[in-house]
């Protein structure tokens, strides 16, 4: 990620142990140049009600006001700011809430700098392409394409992974459908796919979303009715 083509993306961070945002500001400054920091969620409030950025970074335990609580309020009237929330909790509770806010990348302390980095660069196509992460399929079902979670009703619908990058595939090319080459060379990467094998993973995947979801042109490939 060039902090060049970031110049222009304002970061607030929010975080309550100093030593832990010191070092997340000392990090964040290798790939943005406005960060603001907050040590907690009411003073965030006022820096995001000042700066408006475009990610927001935020500890979920914290004094005065929890992190989800935080981002809920920010909801209320922005939808898309890209959020990063990071916690010491993997509780499912925690993830459910995140995805019900939208637009947030969940992460689990400890987190690893790919991860992060991923969060981030994941944030900064999401803003250059007016994007989201989180996408509704249907009434109570969603698919985290960062988390790659399918959500259905607050219950977690386990994905191989094959199903995972076949679904993330279509949903980037929603518009068209998506050759069968084009699914070979990102679902089986450098294996060879059969015709039995995409027949299965179609079949397993559509069992797992909204009917007639994924649609079929014979001789050219699969496409997403999103």
């Keep these: 990620m060039n902090k060049d083509d970031n110049k222009n993306i304002k970061i607030l961070y929010v975080e309550d142990d100093d030593v832990a945002r010191e070092n997340g500001v000392e990090y964040l400054e290798n790939y943005f ?10 003073s ?28 809920r309020r920010i909801r209320e009237n ?3 700011v890209q959020v990063i929330v990071i916690t010491a909790f993997s509780d499912k509770d925690y993830l459910f809430k995140a995805i019900e806010l939208q637009l947030v990348k969940y992460l689990v302390k400890p987190v690893k700098e790919e991860e992060f980095e991923d969060a981030l660069f994941s944030c900064v196509e999401s803003i250059k392409d007016d994007s989201s992460n989180i996408v509704k399929f249907d009434e109570g079902i969603f698919f985290d394409m960062f988390n790659h979670i399918l959500l259905h009703n607050d219950e977690i619908i386990k994905l191989r992974t094959k199903e995972i ?15 069968y080459i084009e699914i070979e060379n990102y679902v089986w990467k450098d294996s060879s796919m059969s015709k039995d094998a995409l027949k299965t ?3 397993n995947t559509k069992s797992k979303i909204p009917k007639d979801m994924i ?12």
């Design 33 to 42: 140049d406005n960060i603001y920091e907050a040590p907690d969620a009411l």
């Design 44 to 71: 965030a409030l006022k820096l995001y009600e000042k700066h408006h950025p475009h990610i927001i970074v935020t500890d979920i335990q914290m004094p005065k006001l929890n992190g989800l609580e935080f981002v």
């Design 78 to 80: 922005d939808k898309k």
């Design 165 to 179: 990058d076949f679904l993330t595939l279509l949903i980037k090319n929603k518009d068209r459908y998506v050759t």
């Design 201 to 203: 993973l179609v079949k």
């Design 215 to 226: 649609l079929n042109l014979s001789g050219t490939g699969y496409k997403i009715a999103l």
